[in-house]
């Protein structure tokens, strides 16, 4: 038996929007979310933009300072044990679970699991460690594990949506909820569940954020308007950004069964190690390379049936070359040319929430009917000779997408979606 995965509800907190429309037209437009933000009060330090959370509001470490948008709605006993990333985690999900028609108690029971990826909270964790440090040890939170580590994200939406099927955190830097999403597309396929809740999130703090700087992956341009600028030859490095973003996968049956509207189909998907570095990507893109023709082996596709990349690129020198290099391999070579952008251009980028938040971005191009532009790009990159990289957004609807992620260590993965039949 065949047992296809589509996605029912998708749902966001991004720095270019916090709901559907909004979402759209930042991505239809090439609107930007970024601002000039000062990390750490030090206006001394160079990395001087973000990709920033509008409404949201977290000036300290107590949960009782918070605010965020009043059209969402976060229990305020729940707040207790969430990081920052946790109160968008709560945002996306009502925003899924209203679009795929599912209220709270449709996910519990053993049918519906949940897989999600963050890196916890470098913000709340630090304030924990110093307080333990400060009382030497006789004081301190005690929902402060449950709130700061990686795995805070399933701890705390599992509990609260009382989900007893699959529970998981993937941990793989900026492709873990690429992992999230195809190992739930598996999860459904091979019959386990007939339903996954997938979600990505990072908080939007200076410790999240800045800590990238001293790897030199962090862009230094002041511009708001110019300093994400993908596959740009004068691009020097990408833009940090939080927020989150929520899918709901299930089997086409049970969907189609309880009325619900498909948005897109889960085809493919695939990964594939660089064996090269812990931190940068492999220069010819052979990680990248080979998991996407394992990802177009999985849904049984040719290079050119591929409409539209959404690709990995994060505006980094090396990392934009390494895919570039890929893409070619794949697609030009063997005379195919879909349209490709980045749209960290547009968000910055989200590190593990990234891959969540792109295929999302795909979901809505084929539901939508159109191909995000290359935002900022004025200078192509010579090494992106052969690729087709629209400047402005398209009004094409594409059939076939191909979302890409990689994360540290080599970690490349890839989704393949189909414009829902």
């Not at 049918?111 to 333990?132: E, Q």
């Not at 900026?174 to 739930?184: D, F, M, P």
């Not at 990505?200 to 600028?229: H, K, V, W, Y």
């Amino acid at each position: 038996m065949v047992r296809l995965p589509v996605i029912t509800g998708i749902g966001f907190v991004t720095s270019i929007g916090h709901d559907r429309s909004t979402v759209v037209s930042s991505l239809r437009e090439l609107r930007h979310g970024f601002e000039r933000h000062q990390f750490l009060n030090n206006p001394d330090l160079p990395v001087k933009v973000a990709g920033t959370l509008k409404g949201f509001s977290f000036p300290s470490p107590s949960w009782r300072d918070w605010s965020w948008p009043t059209q969402f709605s976060v229990d305020r006993e729940l707040l207790r044990g969430l990081p920052p990333h946790g109160v968008y985690a709560m945002c996306a999900m009502q925003q899924a679970l209203q679009e795929a028609g599912l209220k709270a108690a449709d996910l519990a029971g053993g049918d519906t699991g949940l897989f999600c990826a963050s890196a916890g909270s470098p913000y709340l964790l630090s304030h924990f460690v110093r307080d333990m440090y400060a009382t030497r040890g006789q004081r301190g939170n005690p929902m402060g594990i449950i709130s700061s580590i990686a795995g805070t994200l399933n701890f705390n939406l599992a509990a609260f949506y009382k989900i007893s099927g699959a529970v998981c955190g993937f941990v793989s830097a900026c492709a873990s909820s690429s992992h999230a999403l195809g190992y739930a597309m598996d999860e459904i396929r091979l019959g386990r569940q007939k339903r996954m809740l997938v979600v990505g999130a990072e908080d939007m703090t200076d410790e999240s954020i800045l800590s990238f700087a001293s790897l030199r992956a962090l862009s230094i341009n002041p511009d708001p308007g110019s300093a994400s600028r993908p596959f740009d030859r004068r691009r020097d490095g990408f833009v940090g950004t939080g927020g989150a973003v929520a899918l709901v996968v299930e089997e086409a049956g049970l969907a189609r069964d309880r009325g619900a509207r498909i948005q897109a189909e889960l085809v493919g998907w695939g990964q594939a190690g660089d064996g090269h570095s812990v931190a940068a990507s492999h220069p010819e893109g052979a990680g990248l390379r080979e998991a996407m023709w394992r990802t177009l082996a999985d849904g049984g596709v040719e290079p050119g049936d591929v409409d539209y990349v959404n690709a990995h690129a994060t505006s980094t020198p090396a990392g934009d070359r390494s895919e570039a290099l890929a893409l070619n391999a794949v697609f030009t070579r063997n005379h195919a040319r879909p349209k490709v952008s980045s749209t960290k251009a547009l968000t910055g980028h989200g590190l593990s929430l990234a891959g969540a938040m792109e295929a999302a971005f795909c979901v809505l191009a084929l539901d939508e009917g159109f191909i995000p532009g290359c935002a900022h790009l004025e200078q192509i990159d010579p090494i992106c000779e052969g690729l087709d990289l629209p400047l402005e957004s398209l009004n094409e609807a594409p059939s076939l997408v191909l979302n890409n992620s990689s994360g540290f260590g080599g970690s490349n993965v890839c989704h393949l979606l189909r414009k829902a039949g």
